[in-house]
Every structure is written in C-alpha cells, then in structure tokens.
C-alpha cells in the first residue's frame, strides 16, 4: 500500500504557538490531493488518533488552489515545558510520512 510521502512535495510539522502544533502538507499534483483525500486516509477522525486527540481539537483545513492541507492540533505537553522532546514542532509529522494511503 502506498505511504502519503509518496504523493506529496512536502510533509512538515512546526510550533502554531506554545501550545499547538500546525501540520502541512503539500501534494505533488491534483490527481495525488484528490486520491488521498478520497481516500479517507487524511481525517480528523484519523488525525486524532494518531495524536491520540479529541477529534473535536483538530482544525483540517483543505486548500484546494494550493493543493495543500493544514492540521493544527493541541501540544500534549507544550513547548518548552521540561518534558518537551522538541521544542520547535519540527519532528511531529514522522506519522504522517507514512500514513498508508488505500488507493
């Protein structure tokens, strides 16, 4: 089964504050944005239990001129607390790399 990495320019995750961290995802072309996203495999529902989140946290927001989706959900420990593992956000999309896509 194919990975989301696959169809994709660019997947990257970074702080939207201390307290939340923001997802993007650029695909390489409408055919890749369509068939991910029909796929089912990019969902709040799917999100959410990847972070282990309240669905009801995450913000999906689909791009459809950029051909792009953002995801922003909270930090489970916030950023720069003592038991952070990444003060930035910059290693939260490892994921999201590879998602399997059902095509």
């Known amino acids: 089964m194919p990975e989301l990495w696959q169809f994709t320019k660019l997947i990257r995750s970074k702080n939207a504050g201390p307290f939340e961290l923001t997802f993007d995802i650029m695909f390489k072309d409408r055919d890749s944005f369509d068939r991910v996203l029909a796929s089912g495999a990019l969902s709040v529902e799917r999100i959410a239990e990847i972070y282990r989140t309240d669905p009801r946290q995450v913000r ?15 930090r489970r420990i916030f950023s720069g607390d003592l038991r ?9 999309h490892g994921p ?8």
């Open 84 to 92: 952070d593992t990444d003060i930035y956000g910059g290693q939260f």
């Open 96 to 103: 999201l790399v590879q998602l399997q896509v059902a095509v």
């Open 60 to 74: 999906f927001f689909r791009m459809e001129k950029l051909l792009a989706v953002k995801i922003t959900i909270p």
